[in-house]
């Protein structure tokens, strides 16, 4: 008689258990630390009352289908035209979510001879996107342009024909750095390749009214930009903004689009509304400044780390153990500061991603800045 397949699935939690790995899903607690909902837009009545209206004029909350068989609402559409004209891209294309956008690009794209360059760093969905892609891929160096210029030139030199593609963040989920997108356009014109920035961390948060630190590369024809909706936005979804054949291509290849129900429209309406909001956000994007400086000097500076230079502070403390003892500590303490361990994070790197949002202010980053000071001097903890 066959064993029970339960024992199995259970002795693989278990090891992920015995190694400090087992993930958990729970509760929201405390005030936020670890939220992308940078601005907090989430709850934005601006928006709230878009879908309101939206719901009263009939608009469905199904859309009955991909965009390529009945699924398709003005909704969708109107948001791609008004997301391209903010963004500043020739056409946009909107996804379920970034996951997605980066499988549909990563794995469409690309072609048999060319080559992918990503960051080390980059996003799980882009490493799940260059599985599935034509073209092989090769890691460069964290945010090192000349890393990424000697692999494209390797790769020449060993016969490599096609056009090679460059796949970086450009402001980065668990470190908080940003990419150096000046020398990455050199190295891209350089080798005639093409640029995927994804924008995930940046959007809303970042660049002249909210557009992103990429908003002065918008509409080259060597740029394909990935703006999720999810985090600075406060909504859903993800757009990708690009030349007009390259979403065209998308809408024909791109399988995570072809294959999925398309999104809510009343979703669309969502985003749409958020764009509106962002747009006029700069005294939200002030706020969250001070917020960095607040950081700076009541986290980073007690602690001995880096002054940070965006809304993600991440805190090392290298063991998962040690991690989720002191991210345990700090939710009993009111505050929901998430610990993040490998394989999202390099194997020693564990480490408190702290986010900063409009969801908290100046007192309780203080007060956090306390209690980790407090913890962390704790040879216990």
Known sequence: MPSDPREQFAAQLARLAARDRLRQLSPRHGVDF?????LAL????????????AIDRGVPVGSGGSRLLRGNAPEHEALEAKAAAFFGGEAALWFANGFAANMALLSALPAVDDLIVADALIHASAHDGMRLS????????????????????RWRTEGGRGRPWIVVETLYSMDGDQAPLADLVAVAQRHEAMLILDEAHATAVHGPSGRGLAAGLEGRPDVIT??????GMGV????VTASRPVIELLVNRGRSFVFSTAPSPL???????????????DDRRAALQGLIARARSSICAPL??????SQIVPVILGTDSRTMAVAASLREAGFDVRGIRPPTVPRGTARLRISLTLNSDEAAVDALGAALVGLLADPSA
Do not use: F, W
């Not at 009545?45 to 209206?53: M, T, W």
């Not at 990935?226 to 985090?231: A, F, I, M, N, Q």
């Not at 979703?267 to 956000?281: F, I, K, Q, R």
């Open 34 to 38: 670890a939220s992308n909902d940078y």
């Open 42 to 53: 989430a709850g934005h009545p601006a928006i709230a009352a878009a879908l309101r209206d």
């Open 134 to 153: 034509k073209a092989p891929h090769r890691l460069a160096a964290h945010n090192d342009a000349q890393s990424v210029d000697d692999v494209i030139g």
């Open 226 to 231: 990935l703006h999720t909706c999810g985090k």
């Open 236 to 239: 859903e979804g993800a757009i």
């Open 267 to 281: 979703m669309a309406v969502a985003a749409e509304a958020a764009l509106d909001v962002v747009a006029g956000a």
């Open 304 to 309: 001995g780390l880096a002054a940070p230079t």
